[in-house]
């Protein structure tokens, strides 16, 4: 087996279990109870998901145009997908649309208290 070869079944497998992490992040959005439990299915799976497809793409292609252009696409997902889940949690919380039994320690309610 040559390199290339080898290379491109491991972008295939990657690209593989990236798809499987962002059904799973697509069955939690439709299937999770509450937002604060939809938050975590929409940002951890499927920005790992994005990451592993991604790296399995530029492990295909092998062209350093590409390369560069995915390596852009993972930093600006790593950087926005952390905001937009915060920001999710923090509307839940201001509008009272989660389950205040299951959440055990409320450090916003006390931030917000003073």
Not at 28 to 40: A, S, Y
Not at 85 to 102: F, I, K, N, W
Request: net charge negative; glycine share 8%.
């Amino acid at each position: 087996m040559t390199l290339e070869l080898v290379a491109d079944y491991a972008g295939a497998l990657l690209i593989l279990a990236g798809a499987a992490f962002c059904l799973a992040a697509a069955v939690g959005l439709v299937r999770f109870p509450g937002p604060l439990t939809r938050m975590h299915a929409a940002t951890k799976p499927s920005v790992f998901g994005l990451l592993l497809i991604l790296t399995g793409v530029s492990l295909s292609l092998r062209d350093p145009k590409v390369i560069t252009l995915l390596t852009l696409a993972v930093l600006f997902q790593v950087m926005t997908a952390p905001v937009s889940g915060h920001l999710v949690s923090r509307t839940a919380h201001r509008t009272g649309q989660y389950d205040r039994e299951t959440v055990e320690i409320d450090e916003l309610a006390r931030d917000l208290e003073d």
